[in-house]
């Protein structure tokens, strides 16, 4: 056997998203294409400082894709967090040879993997989480699966509640991202859409585009609600009370986490996984992982950490355009 080029370990961190599995496998696969070693460390940062790592062979990976969820495990680590925590994981890696550490998260796990790299290692990242809320990169991992899973779950609450002409709150996924909500208002065609980016806390005005809407002629209503408003259960009370429709609210929560990743997530997430093994290869550091433009590229993980993205005013307009008839 010719002599390794060195070891790449990969972790998934943070909330597990539909496509992480793609992205490991392709880690491994393309890694030992290349002539590495690759190991997967298990539950995200705290497997590095329990020593939770093993080797990963070509068949390690087999019959992966097709899962949501990480086989990896995730977590988030309070010992990691501090400074310290970072020192004590590049040791480890150093003392078991790990050069590149590839971390599959989102901007807490970039965060973690920014300052490791601060203590020399190699850091690469790919953007995991269904939230889309990554700066650098116009798709992340899961999103895709995460927001169809959401909008299924919205065609099948439109028809029980347009059979008993109800007022539906939806809460969907998304802390401080409003991305899902946003997809789900259009895909779906909710007469609402709360985003934490958009909402001005003006529920009167809400309450009254809800009655107007019921004096137009409709007979049913869905308003979709990003969990960074939330409150979805006092807003369907306080509906129901304000303007006579009955009203009922139902939180999605983790369900939109899990399922068989999408096409799009299993193909993207495997490019970046190939992609990310590509600039190792290359002699690349510290770089996160993104799509751009058509395209996978990589950013230096200190510029990506300068950017910053948010909704655009076009496409929530449009949402609300396309919904409601004009007064
Ligand atoms: O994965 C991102 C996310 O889904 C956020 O939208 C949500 O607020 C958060 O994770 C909740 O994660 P957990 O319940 O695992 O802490």
């Given at each position: 056997?010719?002599?390794?080029?060195?070891?790449?370990?990969?972790?998934?961190s943070?909330?597990?998203?539909?496509g992480?599995?793609?992205?490991?496998r392709?880690?491994v696969?393309?890694g030992?294409?290349?002539?590495?070693?690759v190991?997967?460390?298990?539950?995200?940062y705290?497997?590095?400082l329990?020593?939770?790592?093993k080797?990963?062979?070509?068949?390690?990976?087999?019959e992966?894709?097709?899962?949501?969820?990480?086989?990896?495990?995730?977590?988030?680590?309070s010992?990691?967090?501090p400074?310290?925590?970072?020192m004590?994981?590049?040791?480890?890696?150093?003392?078991?040879g790990?050069e590149?550490?590839?971390?599959?998260?989102?901007?807490?796990?970039?965060?973690?993997?920014?300052?490791?790299?601060?203590?020399?290692i190699?850091?690469?990242?790919l953007p995991g989480?269904?939230?889309?809320?990554?700066?650098?990169?116009?798709?992340?991992?899961g999103?895709?699966?995460?927001?169809?899973?959401?909008?299924?779950?919205?065609d099948?609450?439109?028809?029980t509640?347009?059979?008993?002409?109800?007022?539906s709150?939806?809460?969907?996924?998304?802390r401080?991202?409003?991305?899902?909500?946003?997809?789900?208002?259009?895909?779906?065609g909710?007469?609402?859409?709360l985003?934490?980016?958009?909402?001005?806390?003006?529920?009167d005005?809400?309450?009254?585009t809800?009655?107007k809407?019921k004096a137009?002629?409709?007979?049913?209503q869905?308003?979709?609600n990003a969990?960074?408003?939330g409150?979805?259960?006092e807003?369907a009370?306080?509906?129901?009370?304000?303007?006579?429709i009955?009203?009922?609210?139902?939180?999605?929560?983790?369900?939109?986490?899990?399922?068989?990743?999408?096409?799009?997530?299993?193909?993207?997430?495997?490019?970046?996984?190939?992609?990310?093994?590509?600039?190792?290869?290359?002699?690349?550091?510290?770089?996160?992982?993104?799509?751009?433009?058509g395209?996978?590229?990589d950013?230096?993980?200190?510029?990506a950490?300068?950017?910053?993205k948010?909704?655009?005013?076009?496409?929530?307009e449009?949402a609300?355009e396309?919904?409601?008839?004009?007064?």
């Amino acid at each position: 056997m010719s002599e390794i080029k060195g070891r790449i370990a990969i972790l998934t961190s943070g909330g597990d998203a539909p496509g992480m599995n793609a992205a490991i496998r392709a880690v491994v696969r393309a890694g030992i294409s290349k002539g590495y070693e690759v190991y997967g460390i298990i539950h995200g940062y705290n497997g590095i400082l329990n020593r939770e790592i093993k080797k990963l062979d070509f068949r390690d990976v087999s019959e992966k894709i097709q899962h949501g969820g990480t086989f990896l495990f995730t977590a988030r680590s309070s010992e990691f967090r501090p400074m310290e925590g970072k020192m004590k994981a590049a040791a480890i890696c150093k003392e078991l040879g790990i050069e590149h550490l590839v971390v599959i998260g989102g901007d807490g796990s970039f965060t973690g993997a920014k300052n490791l790299s601060k203590f020399g290692i190699n850091i690469i990242g790919l953007p995991g989480t269904i939230d889309l809320d990554i700066a650098y990169t116009e798709y992340t991992i899961g999103f895709d699966t995460a927001v169809n899973t959401a909008m299924e779950a919205i065609d099948k609450l439109r028809e029980t509640s347009n059979s008993h002409d109800r007022c539906s709150v939806v809460e969907v996924m998304g802390r401080s991202a409003g991305y899902i909500a946003l997809w789900c208002g259009i895909a779906n065609g909710a007469e609402e859409i709360l985003l934490p980016e958009k909402f001005d806390n003006n529920y009167d005005k809400l309450i009254d585009t809800i009655k107007k809407n019921k004096a137009k002629g409709k007979t049913h209503q869905i308003i979709v609600n990003a969990e960074g408003v939330g409150h979805s259960n006092e807003l369907a009370e306080r509906i129901e009370k304000e303007t006579g429709i009955e009203t009922r609210a139902t939180i999605l929560g983790h369900v939109q986490r899990g399922g068989t990743p999408t096409a799009r997530d299993r193909v993207y997430a495997s490019l970046m996984g190939a992609y990310a093994v590509k600039i190792i290869d290359e002699g690349k550091k510290n770089r996160l992982v993104g799509y751009k433009d058509g395209h996978i590229y990589d950013v230096d993980v200190m510029e990506a950490f300068t950017m910053t993205k948010t909704i655009g005013d076009f496409e929530y307009e449009a949402a609300m355009e396309l919904a409601n008839r004009p007064d």
